[in-house]
């Protein structure tokens, strides 16, 4: 597939390219992604731009993972990063944390699930998001965009390491399932 990109009131989600790699490797030394994604860690250069420089062109020509730079409306530098899956559908997502708080993850979410679930990707009926449990900033932008959570009968999530942990899940179908507030309630409380 040829890279598409989408548009937001705040936003421009195009290709990431190798001039992306300097901030990437900065956003990337996060403790929080340690923790949260399957990102390398530590985090260097060279895996920005082996990332920006061939994993992304290579994902996007297959169609293995579509993935996206987040940037202010008038492009300009990357503020994060979102993708989808080709395997179920996944949707994941990171900000630099100098971006975060002012629901421009949320934003972006909602723009590529409706691309998605419009018929970007031929066939896609629903999205499936999951995060390590307690990533609650995560969660939080899965209900904005729209993600019931749901209680699979193994919900867990890889590690880069190989191994898994005890993961939160939700899935995205359209139009939005009417009792996304509701399953939250349990992990998330009633507030908004
Ligand atoms: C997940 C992440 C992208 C969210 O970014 P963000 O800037 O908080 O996203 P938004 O501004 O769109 O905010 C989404 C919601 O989270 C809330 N929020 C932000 N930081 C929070 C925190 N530390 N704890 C709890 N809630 C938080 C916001 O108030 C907002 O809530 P609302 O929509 O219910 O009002 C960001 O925290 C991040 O990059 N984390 C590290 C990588 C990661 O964990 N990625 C997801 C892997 S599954």
Same mark, same amino acid.
């Given at each position: 597939?040829?890279?598409?990109?989408?548009?937001?009131?705040? #936003?421009?989600?195009?290709?990431? /390219? #190798?001039?992306?790699?300097?901030?990437?490797?900065?956003?990337?030394?996060?403790?929080?992604?340690?923790?949260?994604?399957?990102?390398?860690?530590?985090?260097?250069?060279?895996?920005?731009?082996?990332?920006?420089?061939?994993?992304?062109?290579?994902?996007?020509?297959?169609?293995?993972?579509?993935?996206?730079?987040?940037?202010?409306?008038?492009?300009?530098?990357?503020?994060?990063?979102?993708?989808? /899956?080709?395997?179920?559908?996944?949707?994941?997502?990171?900000?630099?944390?100098?971006?975060?708080?002012?629901?421009?993850?949320?934003?972006?979410?909602?723009?590529?699930?409706?691309?998605?679930?419009?018929?970007?990707?031929?066939?896609?009926?629903? #999205?499936?998001?999951?995060?390590?449990?307690?990533?609650?900033?995560?969660?939080?932008?899965?209900?904005?965009?729209?993600?019931?959570?749901?209680?699979?009968?193994?919900?867990?999530?890889?590690?880069?390491?190989?191994?898994?942990?005890?993961?939160?899940?939700?899935?995205?179908?359209?139009?939005?399932?009417?009792?996304?507030?509701?399953?939250?309630?349990?992990?998330?409380?009633?507030?908004?």
């Amino acid at each position: 597939m040829r890279p598409v990109t989408l548009r937001t009131a705040r #936003l421009t989600l195009d290709e990431p /390219r #190798l001039a992306d790699a300097e901030l990437v490797t900065e956003y990337c030394q996060d403790p929080l992604f340690e923790r949260y994604l399957t990102t390398p860690w530590p985090y260097t250069r060279a895996d920005a731009d082996a990332f920006l420089g061939s994993y992304v062109p290579e994902s996007w020509a297959s169609g293995r993972e579509l993935t996206w730079a987040i940037r202010g409306a008038d492009g300009g530098p990357v503020m994060g990063m979102i993708s989808v /899956r080709e395997a179920q559908h996944e949707l994941g997502f990171w900000l630099g944390a100098a971006h975060r708080g002012s629901g421009l993850m949320s934003e972006a979410a909602t723009a590529v699930t409706e691309w998605v679930l419009a018929g970007g990707i031929r066939g896609a009926t629903s #999205l499936m998001w999951r995060a390590v449990e307690g990533n609650t900033a995560s969660a939080r932008v899965a209900r904005a965009a729209g993600f019931r959570r749901i209680e699979p009968a193994a919900p867990t999530v890889p590690t880069r390491d190989g191994g898994t942990l005890p993961a939160w899940h939700a899935v995205r179908t359209e139009p939005v399932d009417p009792r996304v507030d509701e399953s939250w309630r349990p992990i998330l409380g009633g507030d908004r």
